[in-house]
């Protein structure tokens, strides 16, 4: 396959992400099918991730260069142009010049001379410097995060926090951890002793390549920061606690929980049934025995009242946390989005409240650091409901508290964007 070819299937898949608002995570399964090749994947895969990470940075570019945006189509042409000037290894001519022939391949030879004229002339543009332009406008085209992120981070945790949470570049391989069910520590550490492994706190980071070689069974993939929620969620003096996961597709905080606490009863819910099946192929994977349901988790499920010692609140949020391994997720969201977001928030922790013992907790949980989704939405909970209150998480591998959690990549190891709280219901 030439360059034009999968410069091609690079154009159509951000053409859907950016004019259908599609999450390129979920298209490009679909693309790659029909690509063999394994180098063209990759190729295929890297510059399709990296111009959604750049993509505010080339926007910034753009913008400097044309009086008036672009149509999308023609957008896009420019995008791929300047990455592989900008961040690839392909000399500017060639970058240039396989462009252009792009803009024709795709029935645009009309605006070639446009395209051509552009990539050039963009040669010229320098990035904003510290100190020259707005603190919000300097770290959104640096690290290329929408503007009205910035400001939030800024207004929530000031300059210096924000720039190293920004700038924070993640780890290239993938957190996994060993299933006990299936195999000991000593055994999975032996297993894999001569291959290029990092060990956490918890697990182990590895390259794509060595995950691809591990038993399917014996270990999987899961974030550092999903583990360490877990061990907050573990029940404290209870011998066979009821568990609720509310918000749970794919399952894997419910598999490992019943992992840790094998004589727990763990009901693992969600809203839609082929998340359902996920879980359950989930758990099968993981010879699991943990119960899948199909649940609304904003509605009252009255079989569960008063029945739980533990309610999981994983709730939908802004992903904020996570958003450097999933580059287009904020592309669609607004400033706005985050109120709405705060509500369903809101509705879920409410709904949950009925089904918690006396004495028994819930566990709220978000892969985001807004303060809106995350302290905003706890308080507000409490101060409605006087029968709840903090309840200190206990766990050797978090530091000591007052009931919450917070995560954060630039200082906890490379962890996820990550906050739990847990609140015990008193009476």
Not at 50 to 72: D, F, W
Not at 90 to 105: G, M, Q, R, S
Not at 117 to 141: C, F, I
Not at 247 to 273: F, M, R
């Amino acid at each position: 396959m030439d360059t034009k070819e999968r410069d091609l299937i690079c154009y159509n898949l951000l053409n859907d992400v950016f004019m259908e608002n599609a999450y390129a995570s979920l298209l490009l399964g679909n693309y790659l099918a029909t690509v063999k090749d394994e180098k063209d994947r990759a190729y295929i895969t890297g510059l399709v991730y990296g111009i959604l990470e750049k993509n505010v940075q080339l926007n910034y570019i753009v913008r400097s260069l044309v009086a008036r945006k672009p149509k999308t189509s023609i957008d896009v042409l420019l995008k791929i142009g300047l990455y592989h000037m900008r961040y690839m290894s392909t000399p500017t001519y060639a970058a240039i010049n396989e462009t252009v022939e792009l803009t024709k391949y795709v029935g645009k030879s009309g605006i070639s001379g446009f395209v051509n004229a552009v990539l050039r002339k963009s040669e010229k543009v320098e990035l904003p410097k510290e100190g020259e332009v707005p603190d919000a406008e300097y770290l959104s085209v640096i690290y290329s995060v929408p503007m009205w992120i910035c400001e939030k981070l800024l207004e929530q945790y000031g300059y210096d926090f924000t720039k190293d949470f920004l700038s924070y570049e993640p780890r290239k391989k993938t957190h996994i951890r060993y299933n006990s069910r299936v195999t000991t520590k000593e055994e999975f550490e032996e297993n894999i002793k001569n291959f290029d492994v990092e060990r956490s706190i918890l697990g182990y980071y590895v390259t794509h390549n060595v995950l691809k070689t591990l038993n399917k069974s014996a270990c999987t993939a899961q974030s550092l920061a999903s583990m360490i929620a877990v061990h907050c969620y573990l029940p404290e003096g209870v011998e066979s606690p009821v568990v609720l996961d509310l918000c749970g597709a794919p399952g894997g905080k419910s598999i490992y929980l019943e992992e840790l606490c094998p004589s727990a009863q763990i009901y693992c819910c969600d809203l839609h049934p082929h998340r359902v099946e996920l879980i359950k192929k989930y758990a099968a994977r993981m010879k699991s025995n943990i119960k899948a349901l199909l649940s609304d988790a904003s509605n009252i499920f009255p079989e569960w009242v008063n029945r739980c010692d533990i309610v999981i609140c994983d709730v939908p949020c802004s992903g904020l946390g996570v958003y450097k391994n999933k580059p287009d997720l904020l592309f669609n969201k607004k400033a706005s989005d985050i109120d709405k977001i705060k509500q369903i928030q809101i509705n879920i922790l409410e709904n949950a409240k009925n089904y918690v013992k006396i004495g028994g907790v819930i566990c709220y949980s978000t892969c985001t650091v807004f303060k809106e989704e995350n302290e905003e939405v706890v308080e507000e909970f409490l101060s409605r409901n006087a029968n709840f209150v903090f309840d200190e998480i206990k766990s050797p591998i978090v530091k000591p508290n007052n009931g919450t959690v917070k995560l954060f990549p630039h200082m906890d190891d490379g962890c996820d964007g990550f906050f739990v709280a847990r609140l015990r219901r008193t009476e």
